[in-house]
């Protein structure tokens, strides 16, 4: 008997683990729907070229990963560790993700963005590219392992998988030297992000202490905001995300809005003390966010105006975690994905989408219930009335382009039943905005900080009425919307200078120790350390 | 059989024979499988242990005697022996790939089986003169018979040679200073013997001068096998000192000059680094600020020391050849290698662009990579030593991602509309992507280096205690 008891308690043990390892796992299907579905679509590209049900697999594959996200509403929070590093006392942080209300907004944000692409691409030049396809579904997986990452070194990781294959996908697809140059140095502006999220995860190292997004110490939060700053071009404000790309309405939507997304989803995930750094990071962001609304206003089109609507967006949502408040720059990372989604993927000319994308201004205006209700509940002290422009500019900006029908293609050509899809993708991004400002997070069902909202959208209306009737708000000509203006390429100048006086320096040091006399300055440096280094030793 | 045997006799006699016998088609395949064999052997087959295989007993004894001097490897030897002939097999089987002749994989197999000799010699002091002789024979490598030897050949000869005075005088010093530890001028004239000697063997600043100017005149593929395998060993000889002399292990003042040497390697790698105009430099470069990392790992005062130091030698290997391996496919279409001559080549080579971009960024410690987890755990641990000296660290590996980011750039740049085509043969794709892919699993995955690395802190008695 009393072996048969610890085997009973072992195996209701081991049930009650499975259980409780059960809802881990939710978030890992949601990204295997959609890593095997593109996978699926590179085999069928390999073995069966020809295959015409590649894009109902895909469609398939982000249908049940939006499906699967519901299913974390009835588990939440949970948390999915993988296997620790080794040895473990090298490496305290494991690997982690976690399922919360504010990772599940932003996730259900990226499948429906996913899935949306993928309905709306049918109607697109580019339709029958699976490889594409492939890319959006991965991108999409990837996207939702960053939202949810709890650890700094997990959202490390995911920055750097995201990095690399926006580098190798926009190498592989633009032309020319520039363009090129213009990928690498994007690249290497996130790459500076990753450095200061990493420099962050020191620090908490110096202090002693184990680094997760709840047990942070005060100093590094900063660092957090900075490293986001950095890799969406607001801290210093500049574009790192150009307008050239052969796949601008589909994939390259989902490339820009998913890797954005994946930056501003940490600062959801922590409470930014305010330090002295606060106020002068706070006016470097309202100086971004003025202007990329104000450009965006100004932009001839959605997709030429997109840089600036990324700016201005991720602007807004540095703000509110810089205000102390989590819950609203996951709110505006939302905005962003699912009112930006719905923009750049309407391509067609349809009066009803046209008016149906209004729902957009709604998201964006802060009124009590819609999705961005929780945006300012924060301290934004006397940067109140900027705040108020900013945002009143992006959403005038955001009405202007979404009435816009002249320069989309029509729909009359096409099958009855892509005609039925892409308005089905569009309208499937406007539900979720509504849905996300009733249900499943904390920012939900918020009344928030209405009086602001309303001078917001009173404003917003003005600006919408002043700009069809005053030459000011004209759109600028479209070659002056660039990656790379006046003031940006002086930066750029000016850093150049210095490296190349460094290289001069460095030249002259290498001629010398390389030179026929290398040997003889070699021996005498050594002397020289040698005995400081005897000196010091006594 | 006994373990010297087969894992230094047998190795050389290869070498051997392939060099007169063989030609260059089959010795990689030989070579390498030969080091792959003894890789596997030394993972499975614990050394001095009776093993039931059958009905047949196998044990593999550990030590041989040789001219009164003893060459003995032990269990704790094989994890090591396991990797380091592991990652020579990737080195062989590259040889077929890089387009190097036969001499690389018959010298290199007696490169490696005399490297292997200098961790089992006993008195361990005779390591000096193995890694002496497995310097010579990297000079055949480096030179073809009918080639005068270049600047930087002579300078590495002339500073390993110098090296090996040194170490031995101060082997001699060390005994008197163990009798007499209270004697303060004999501690600080062997500590500062010592010192000078391993600031050749690792070419410390400024001595490392001789390795971007031998990258630049020589075969990139031969010299980052030298690369890879002098520092790795002169590493292990080095943590044998440690471990013999508590004085040496107890002397903050050595600590920290193992320590500012390595942040000093680091910090001048990246920066030189980020300002070539050269692929050869480059890889240079990154591989002192590697060699830097190993000192500061040497250097921490922290009891896991040894764990980041054995850590960071694997991945280094797996870096340097897929780095090397690129170089070398580059060097067939632009001998020179000058940014001029490699400007918009991805097109062309893109299998080898990404490879060497990625063994680049991981060298400059880029996420997901295989550098970037004992970058990370010697980050933090240095971190709880000076935060001063992790950002020295950090802008050291900044300088080398810039070099990463300018050499990527200048592989893309193109106004050409060529279409992208793989001109890498197949055994070349098929190298790099395996190189490739075991980046991203150390870098995601460094539990699967544990077999290699769990046991090998026992391998010295003191260290790490």
Not at chain 2, 50 to 77: C, H, M, W, Y
Request: charged share 10%; hydrophobic share 55%; aromatic share 12%.
């Amino acid at each position: 008997m009393k072996k048969i008891v610890p085997k009973a308690i072992g195996q209701i043990g081991a049930a009650i683990k499975l259980i409780q390892l059960s809802p881990s796992m939710l978030i890992l299907i949601s990204c295997i729907f959609l890593f095997i579905t593109a996978l699926a679509l590179v085999l069928l590209r390999a073995f069966q070229p020809n295959a015409r049900y590649g894009w109902l697999v895909a469609a398939g594959g982000a249908l049940l990963s939006l499906g699967s996200m519901f299913a974390w509403l009835t588990q939440m929070p949970f948390d999915l560790s993988l296997p620790a590093w080794q040895p473990v006392t090298l490496f305290t942080s494991p690997i982690l993700f976690r399922a919360n209300g504010i990772s599940w907004v932003l996730a259900m944000s990226i499948t429906a963005l996913t899935f949306s692409i993928l309905l709306t691409t049918v109607t697109q030049q580019v339709y029958v590219n699976s490889l594409a396809w492939a890319g959006t579904l991965t991108l999409g997986g990837l996207g939702i392992l960053a939202v949810s990452a709890h650890n700094p070194l997990t959202l490390l990781l995911v920055w750097a998988a995201l990095d690399l294959a926006e580098l190798i996908t926009q190498l592989s697809s633009v032309k020319g030297a520039d363009n090129n140059e213009r990928v690498v140095i994007a690249f290497s502006t996130r790459a500076l992000g990753i450095g200061f999220l990493l420099w962050a995860n020191i620090l908490a190292a110096a202090g002693g202490s184990t680094f997760d997004f709840q047990s942070m110490p005060a100093n590094v939060g900063i660092f957090l905001v900075i490293a986001a700053g950095l890799r969406l071009g607001v801290y210093p404000l500049h574009l790192p995300y150009s307008a050239d790309s052969a796949l601008r309405r589909g994939f390259g939507t989902g490339l820009r809005l998913v890797g954005a997304v994946a930056s501003l989803s940490v600062l959801g995930h922590v409470q930014i003390p305010p330090t002295n750094l606060t106020p002068v990071l706070m006016f470097f962001a309202i100086v971004a966010a003025i202007y990329g609304g104000w450009m965006w206003l100004r932009a001839p089109d959605d997709l030429n105006g997109r840089p600036f609507w990324m700016v201005g967006m991720a602007s807004l949502a540095l703000l509110a975690a810089l205000s102390g408040n989590p819950l609203g720059a996951a709110a505006w990372s939302s905005a962003l994905i699912l009112v930006g989604g719905a923009l750049f993927l309407a391509s067609t000319q349809n009066r009803w989408i046209s008016r149906a994308m209004l729902i957009g201004a709604w998201s964006l205006s802060t009124l009590p219930f819609s999705l961005t209700a929780s945006a300012w509940l924060g301290r934004l002290g006397f940067f109140l009335p900027l705040v108020i422009i900013a945002q009143a500019l992006v959403v005038a900006g955001f009405v202007r382009h979404a009435l816009r029908l002249s320069g989309r293609e029509t729909l009359d050509s096409q099958p009855s039943w892509t005609r039925l899809a892409n308005p089905v993708g569009i309208g499937l991004l406007l539900l979720f905005q509504l849905l996300l400002g009733w249900i499943g997070w904390d920012g939900a069902l918020q009344v928030g900080a209405w009086l602001q909202a309303l001078i917001a959208s009173l404003l917003t209306g003005g600006l919408v009425w002043a700009s069809r009737r005053f030459r000011l708000f004209n759109p600028v000509r479209a070659h002056w919307v660039t990656a790379a203006g006046t003031r940006i390429n002086a930066i750029y100048e000016g850093l150049w200078s210095v490296y190349r006086s460094l290289g001069r320096l460095s030249q002259a040091i290498l001629v010398t120790l390389e030179g026929e006399g290398g040997i003889m300055w070699t021996l005498l440096f050594l002397a020289l350390f040698v005995t400081l280094l005897t000196q010091g030793a006594r | 059989m006994s373990a010297p045997i087969l894992w230094i006799v047998l190795p050389f006699g290869i070498g051997v024979l392939i060099l007169f016998l063989l030609r260059d088609r089959f010795s990689a395949w030989i070579g390498g499988g030969t080091a792959a064999i003894l890789s596997l052997i030394a993972l499975i087959f614990p050394i001095d242990t009776a093993l039931l295989v059958g009905s047949i007993s196998v044990k593999i004894a550990p030590a041989i005697q040789f001219f009164g001097r003893s060459f003995e490897l032990n269990t704790a030897d094989g994890p090591l022996l396991a990797a380091f002939y592991g990652l020579a097999a990737f080195w062989f089987f590259g040889t077929e790939a890089s387009g190097t002749a036969n001499r690389f994989v018959s010298l290199g197999l007696m490169i490696v089986s005399l490297l292997t000799a200098s961790i089992a010699v006993e008195p361990f002091l005779y390591a000096a003169l193995l890694l002496m002789t497995a310097a010579m024979l990297v000079i055949p490598l480096l030179v073809r018979s009918y080639q005068k030897p270049g600047k930087g050949v002579v300078r590495f000869l002339i500073y390993q040679t110098m090296a090996m005075p040194f170490i031995l005088f101060s082997g001699w010093m060390l005994a008197g200073v163990e009798g007499s530890p209270g004697n303060l001028t004999a501690t600080t004239q062997a500590g500062t013997m010592l010192g000078l000697g391993f600031a050749f063997l690792f070419a410390v600043f400024p001595l490392y001068n001789w390795i971007p100017m031998l990258m630049e005149e020589s075969s990139p593929y031969a010299t980052g096998f030298l690369l890879w395998a002098l520092p790795t060993f002169t590493a292990i000889f080095a943590l044998g000192f440690l471990d013999r002399y508590t004085w040496l292990r107890t002397t903050p003042q050595l600590a920290n000059a193992i320590l500012f040497s390595g942040i000093f390697m680091i910090a001048s790698g990246g920066f030189f680094a980020a300002l070539q105009r050269h692929l050869g430099r480059i890889l240079a470069y990154a591989a002192i600020a590697e060699v830097g990392l190993l000192l500061v790992a040497m250097g921490l005062r922290s009891s896991e020391f040894v764990e980041i130091t054995f850590l960071t030698l694997i991945p280094r290997g797996l870096e340097l050849t897929v780095w090397a391996l690129a170089l070398s496919i580059f060097k067939r279409e632009a001998y020179s290698l000058r940014f001029s001559d490699v400007q918009g080549l991805a097109k062309k080579y893109p299998a080898a662009t990404i490879a060497l971009s990625l063994a680049h960024l991981s060298m400059a410690g880029f996420p997901l990579l295989a550098g970037f987890p004992p970058r990370l755990a010697l980050w933090t641990e240095l971190a709880a030593q000076s935060l001063t000296l992790s950002l020295w660290v950090i802008i050291g590996m900044a300088g080398l991602l810039a070099a990463a980011i300018r050499t990527i750039a200048v592989l893309v740049m193109t106004d050409l509309e060529t279409k992208w085509s793989l001109t890498e043969t197949w055994v070349q794709t098929a190298m790099l992507g395996v190189g490739v892919i075991g980046l991203f699993i150390l870098g995601m995955f460094p539990q699967a280096m544990q077999p290699f690395l769990a046991s090998l802190p026992t391998l010295f008695e003191h260290l790490g205690q």
